[in-house]
């Protein structure tokens, strides 16, 4: 299997290692008291863990598997040669969200943020138990709209 | 020790009994809880953050932004929250042109970013600022014999440099939390494994499930009463998600789940009731039975 992973790439935090260190030995993958918890999943096993399918994917960003990482950075502390295959991944998302091909998990979430402030709708429910408890009512802002405009995220929108 | 008080989304809009307590007993440590006008999601790593990084930036700045305006460090109740406003800060500050061009972003809504405030989870301030000591000196009513099996949750513990609080391979700071207030820590396999909510939300609800499973028997296995957790998505997925993962894994007990405010509220003398308990969807009248007895 060739590490298909872009090599390396330009993130805010710098340039980090290439993929193509990682040496297959699985142990980020291998243990489920503290591995990768997207290992659970039973299409990945011992011989093709989920780090493999998503460093190894013929078109890494296209891969639907990616979107099961959960940054919990178990990868990075069990790797025996400091991969941190989590940056790979979310290197990856960000080139599916700019593609257009990120899921409606993600896409709805980030639309969510951006109209309202925050990232759970509002709900006639919470309204009532925040009132029962003694707690002022949740107040939505217009500030992200603006921020989302200026960093480019709205033109990736539909 | 006076605090802009980051609420988040998760805890206000969901588990909004959560902030009661929080309101509750913290004040009672001397931690004043400063509310904060404009405060937004931190923004939510995995669905945001993670896929465009500047516009999370831009809105993490943004919140630390408004926390410089009040001129406190910001205290929050979630790994997530800290996680996000913790990395940014840390980012912004080390990155001066990374710096000017969020400022710029920002100077849309009438804020700029110094990097003049600090980020801690409340387990933090506990630890740190309050002091275990002090804890101790607030219960009123120590939980002897409850035991307790703790979670930290992923994104309080890593990466150590930047979070600060605990080993993330054998963390021991919520054990210590825990015989603060007189219960027993319990060891289990398992410990560091996620909680699984993030995975169940945006992955696969399957084997976010059996991970639950696996994790939930483990505690059980080692002799839990409950759990004890200090994040809004932990609390939701050993809570709400225990109940939906017991129907499909056929689990034969239940374990309730408290965030840590909540232990301390009882050790304070509040009721289950009192406490938020009755939010819960996972009740267990032996845990609730034993507190009586611990608690009588």
């Known amino acids: 299997m060739v590490l298909n992973a872009p090599y390396t790439y330009p993130g805010l935090r710098g340039v980090r290692k290439a993929a193509e260190i990682c040496l297959k030995c699985g142990v980020c993958c291998a243990v489920p008291e503290y591995g990768c918890p997207a290992q659970y999943d039973p299409q990945f096993n011992p011989k093709h863990t989920y780090v493999y399918d998503c460093l190894g994917a013929e078109k890494p960003a296209s891969n639907p598997s990616i979107w099961q990482c959960v940054s919990c950075h178990k990868c990075e502390e069990m790797c025996p040669y400091e991969v941190s295959p989590l940056h790979f991944i979310e290197a990856m998302k960000q080139r599916a969200l700019e593609a257009g091909e990120a899921p409606e998990s993600i896409t709805g979430e980030i639309e969510q943020v951006v109209n309202t402030g925050y990232a759970f709708p509002v709900t006639a429910n919470t309204e009532r138990l925040r009132e029962e408890l003694g707690l002022e009512p949740i107040q939505p802002t217009e500030d992200l709209k603006r921020i989302a405009e200026a960093t480019g995220l709205r033109r990736l929108r539909k | ?296």
């Not at chain 2, 998760?10 to 959560?18: A, C, E, M, S, T």
């Not at chain 2, 009438?110 to 990097?115: E, L, P």
């Not at chain 2, 939390?177 to 609800?205: F, H, V």
């Open chain 2, 1 to 296: 020790m006076k605090y802009s008080f980051f609420r988040g989304c998760f805890i206000p809009i969901r588990l909004p009994h959560v902030e009661k307590v929080a309101g509750m007993v913290l004040p009672k440590l001397g931690v004043h809880l400063q509310p904060v006008e404009g405060f937004t999601c931190c923004p939510e790593p995995i669905g945001v953050t993670v896929n465009h990084p500047l516009t999370g930036l831009a809105v993490s700045a943004r919140n630390l932004a408004l926390a410089e305006e009040q001129g406190h460090d910001i205290i929050t109740l979630c790994n997530g929250c800290t996680y996000t406003l913790k990395q940014a800060n840390e980012t912004l500050k080390a990155d001066s042109e990374l710096r000017d061009r969020v400022n710029a972003i920002l100077a849309e809504t009438g804020h700029k970013y110094n990097g003049t405030v600090e980020v801690h989870h409340f387990a933090q301030v506990l630890t740190d600022a309050v002091g275990l000591d002090r804890v101790e000196a607030a219960v009123e009513r120590p939980l002897t014999g409850l035991k307790v099996a703790s979670h930290t949750g992923c994104h309080i513990l890593s990466p150590p440099d930047v979070m600060g609080f605990d080993d993330p391979q054998v963390p021991v700071k919520l054990d210590q939390m825990i015989i603060a207030l007189g219960a027993t820590p319990l060891d289990y396999e398992y410990k560091t494994q996620c909680c699984g909510w993030t995975l169940s939300n945006y992955g696969d609800r399957n084997a976010a499930a059996r991970l639950l499973g696996d994790k939930l028997t483990a505690m059980h296995a080692a002799g839990a009463d409950s759990v004890n957790v200090i994040c809004p998505q932990c609390l939701a997925q050993l809570d709400t998600g225990q109940m939906l993962a017991a129907r499909s894994l056929k689990l034969d007990f239940r374990l309730p789940a408290l965030f840590y405010l909540q232990y301390l509220a009882l050790a304070m003398g509040y009721s289950l009731e009192e406490a938020g308990y009755d939010k819960h969807r996972v009740k267990d009248p032996g845990f609730e039975e034993k507190l009586r007895r611990i608690l009588a």
